[in-house]
């Protein structure tokens, strides 16, 4: 593969540090003994909050009535994309059998987990499509009890229009609390709400540490970093479109990477040409993130096929893949590592990351190798049963307890032989059968 660097990205997406982890550690075992007090404490030290942790319906009916009903009819549209969208995917989960061999029947099950917990992150941002993503698909998904969880914004608490959102995405219960305490909270099962089977929802590097020490007994979506985006385009793509859907995906956070690649060196020179007018129009706190992005992990590289820049995509993993090229269904099926594919240059990554329907919360840091992004499939358990009867045992207890013994596992062996010797006392054993 023949590929030219126009911008290279000196910068290394950082993971969790040393302090961090051990930060983490020690708040969870504190909150693991003390429970929700301490949890109160870190509410109290790190929020300033000192308001009611579980939101109460009268807070939720209050916030309804805040937010426009502009607003409103905005977050139902985009929550009914999601939802239905989660609900297509869960038809696709189904219960099965099987019989293998006479008498040797199989299946699975598709299982919904009883509690889950959603964390929706705060801060810089109020990120009204993040807790649609989350709990409208463990709703769809059928987990009867939904916890969702995120931070105080002002003495108000959460902001009004993400109240509405957790309320109209159907949150069992409202927690005002955030980081590694919120996330203690829903692991721990405080403050009303059941222990979380599964902890879903993107957050800072505190929150990432605190769900991956957790991850063993409690489930969680992914291991989360910085989120990432790469641009796919030829000669047939706008630099100006290119360029603000960088800068865009850059806003995100100082360690967010950018990437392009191209068969077009024009195309390459144009979009670099544009990024820094386009980053200086942001708000100063969204500026600050995207230069930083753009100057520490963006990076342009020139190939010389469109099947060098499929490679390219495949090695890099994408958490958002956007192809901006002609011929975009050899695209679709060429393009195999990603965390979500958005095709041609209509389909922007920001209508993904609040309204389109597929979910936002996706495998960033190289990790779409091995998995996708949050679904339905996150809240089920595919679980497996078989039965066996009197046609299928003989020929199925001696290939056992050979293998078993083969094994040196003699327990095995004779918890198969034991049922043999029953069919033969009871003149059921059939007069042929397997070796």
């Not at 066996?388 to 083969?406: N, Q, T």
């Amino acid at each position: 593969m023949t590929l030219s660097h126009l911008k290279t990205a000196p910068g290394h997406p950082r993971h969790a540090a040393a302090d961090i982890a051990d930060t983490v550690q020690i708040m969870l075992a504190r909150m693991r003994t003390g429970g929700a007090q301490v949890a109160l404490e870190y509410a109290r030290s790190l929020d300033g909050w000192t308001g009611d942790i579980a939101v109460p319906s009268e807070r939720i009916a209050q916030a309804i009535a805040e937010v426009p009903q502009d607003l409103r009819d905005d977050i139902r549209w985009a929550h009914d994309n999601i939802s239905r969208f989660a609900a297509a995917q869960r038809a696709t989960a189904q219960d099965m059998e099987v019989e293998l061999r006479p008498g040797l029947i199989a299946g699975q099950r598709q299982i919904p987990l009883s509690a889950a917990g959603c964390y929706v992150p705060g801060g810089r941002y109020t990120h009204i499509a993040s807790a649609l993503m989350s709990i409208a698909t463990a709703r769809e998904a059928g987990v009867p009890d939904i916890t969702a969880c995120s931070p105080p914004k002002d003495a108000q608490g959460i902001p009004a229009p993400m109240l509405y959102a957790m309320h109209v995405a159907g949150a069992t219960r409202i927690l005002c609390l955030g980081g590694v305490q919120g996330v203690a909270a829903m692991a721990f099962g405080l403050f009303g709400a059941p222990p979380a089977d599964i902890l879903v929802g993107p957050g800072n590097a505190y929150v990432a540490e605190a769900k991956r020490q957790l991850f063993g007994p409690i489930g969680i979506d992914m291991f989360a970093g910085p989120t990432d985006s790469l641009v796919l385009a030829d000669d047939s793509a706008d630099p100006d479109t290119v360029a603000i859907d960088l800068v865009g995906q850059a806003e995100h956070g100082a360690t967010s990477p950018v990437w392009l690649a191209t068969t077009h060196a024009p195309l390459a020179r144009a979009v670099m040409d544009r990024i820094p007018a386009l980053i200086a129009r942001l708000p100063e706190a969204n500026r600050s993130a995207a230069e930083s992005a753009w100057r520490d992990f963006g990076e342009v590289v020139l190939c010389d096929t469109r099947e060098e820049m499929a490679r390219f995509a495949d090695d890099k993993a994408p958490e958002h893949l956007h192809v901006q090229a002609r011929d975009l269904d050899w695209w679709r099926t060429r393009l195999r590592t990603y965390g979500s594919l958005f095709l041609g240059e209509d389909t922007t990554v920001a209508f993904g990351d609040k309204a389109a329907g597929p979910n936002h919360v996706l495998p960033t840091s190289g990790a779409a190798r091995y998995t996708g992004g949050l679904s339905v499939h996150k809240f089920l358990k595919t679980v497996t049963w078989q039965k066996v009867d009197e046609r299928a045992l003989p020929d199925l207890a001696r290939v056992s307890a050979r293998i078993s013994r083969e094994e040196g596992m003699e327990g095995h062996a004779l918890s198969a032989d034991i049922r043999l010797d029953k069919m033969a006392t009871s003149g059921k054993m059939p007069l042929k059968a397997h070796g």
